[in-house]
């Protein structure tokens, strides 16, 4: 079955430190890979996403990914954390099956930074 | 600009009541989702509306859950006979649809139900 799993449910970093979320998919066809992110209080809103080309991603507040097909993943990456980044992460993959396009999403992975 | 609304933002009921979750679109957009996001169980897709299409249901946990969109705009997300494993925050998302796979969902704010 179509499926994306994110392996970390909960994450605790302190500011500075570097950050990689994991995400894997199980579907063996075209896919449109996104990461989301719900800051407290707020709404789930685009991080970034891939759809063709480079497979290094860049999104907004320095978040990247990067999509890796032989490995089904597309991990989120930031190089130095900060305590803003404090939220919950989803990724979610758009595929193609009988019935149209249909997006999953993974369980998401809760960030806490520490300042 | 107007984004996802979603009505009401909280709704406390009693056990075996029935209640109505509404969602407005963005104006466009021509596919809706539903989902449920309930303290660690991260996100569950529920039910998917793709312009005039059947709808996608198969995330519906149980026959006591359904949802119609009329006009192609506005859904109603409807739970007869509550349960208190109900609760939790449904959440509505549109996108462009079909022809735009790579386009992302926007989420409204989500009506937070609590079933006492």
């Known amino acids: 079955a179509q499926s994306v799993s994110q392996h970390n449910h909960h994450v605790i970093l302190s500011e500075a430190a570097s950050l990689e979320l994991g995400c894997n998919y199980s579907?063996?066809?075209?896919?449109?890979l996104f990461w989301y992110v719900q800051y407290p209080g707020q709404h789930l809103q685009l991080l970034l996403k891939y759809f063709s080309g480079d497979p290094l991603v860049k999104g907004i507040k320095g978040f990247e990914a990067e999509f890796i097909k032989s490995k089904f993943s597309f991990n989120l990456r930031k190089p130095s954390v900060q305590w803003s980044d404090t939220a919950e992460y989803f990724c979610a993959v758009t595929l193609r099956n009988t019935g149209g396009f249909k997006t999953i999403f993974g369980a998401g992975t809760r960030l806490f930074v520490k300042a | 600009g107007a984004g996802v609304s979603q009505s009401p933002s909280n709704k406390v009921t009693e056990k075996g009541k029935d209640v109505e979750l509404r969602c407005d679109p963005i104006?466009?957009?021509?596919?809706l989702y539903w989902y449920r996001q309930s303290l660690g169980q991260g996100l569950e897709f529920l039910i998917y509306f793709q312009g005039n299409s059947a709808p996608d249901k198969s995330g519906l946990p149980s026959d006591r859950f359904s949802a119609e969109r009329t006009g192609g705009s506005v859904s109603t997300l409807t739970i007869q006979r509550t349960q208190q494993e109900d609760s939790a925050v449904y959440l509505c998302?549109?996108?462009?649809?079909?022809?735009?796979?790579?386009?992302?969902?926007?989420f409204g704010d989500g009506t937070r139900l609590s079933i006492l």
């Open positions: 579907y063996g066809g075209t896919v449109n």
């Open positions: 104006s466009g957009h021509t596919a």
């Open positions: 998302a549109s996108s462009l649809g079909q022809g735009f796979p790579n386009q992302p969902q926007h």
